[in-house]
Nanobody, 125 residues
Framework: QVQLVESGGGLVQAGGSLRLSCAASGPTFRTYAMGWFRQAPGREREFVAAISWSGGNSIAYADSVKGRFTISRDNAKNTAYLQMNSLRPEDTAVYYC?????????????????WGQGTQVTVSS
């Protein structure tokens, strides 16, 4: 069983930055792909970014965040990150991190086995 705890959310003005962290329990973190998803009020949860177990070239982003968000991981710290720059009001949502045991890092929500509780990000205009 893997437990995921997100942190780093908050209120920021448009154009600002936040860095979300996802701390994972368990010794097998390094074998899992990690993903970030978000859910805005009244909308379905959507993919934001994913990174495979090996990191590096196996990274994917939603078109809406490309060039503004960066996903990374530190396997020594059992932590995944989402650096969010140039934030916009439409980025306002609850952000969730998720772990995929297969390690491939896909955009499909159903591929993920473990989920955090989420952290609120609010971007004011």
């Amino acid at each position: 069983q893997v437990q995921l705890v997100e942190s780093g959310g908050g209120l920021v003005q448009a154009g600002g930055s936040l860095r979300l962290s996802c701390a994972a329990s368990g010794p097998t973190f390094r074998t899992y792909a990690m993903g970030w998803f978000r859910q805005a009020p009244g909308r379905e949860r959507e993919f934001v970014a994913a990174i495979s177990w090996s990191g590096g070239n196996s990274i994917a982003y939603a078109d809406s965040v490309k060039g503004r968000f960066t996903i990374s991981r530190d396997n020594a710290k059992n932590t995944a990150y989402l650096q969010m720059n140039s934030l916009r009001p439409e980025d306002t949502a609850v952000y969730y991190c998720a772990a995929d045991r297969l390690g491939s890092g896909v955009q499909r929500e159903t591929a993920y086995d473990y989920w955090g509780q989420g952290t609120q990000v609010t971007v004011s205009s």
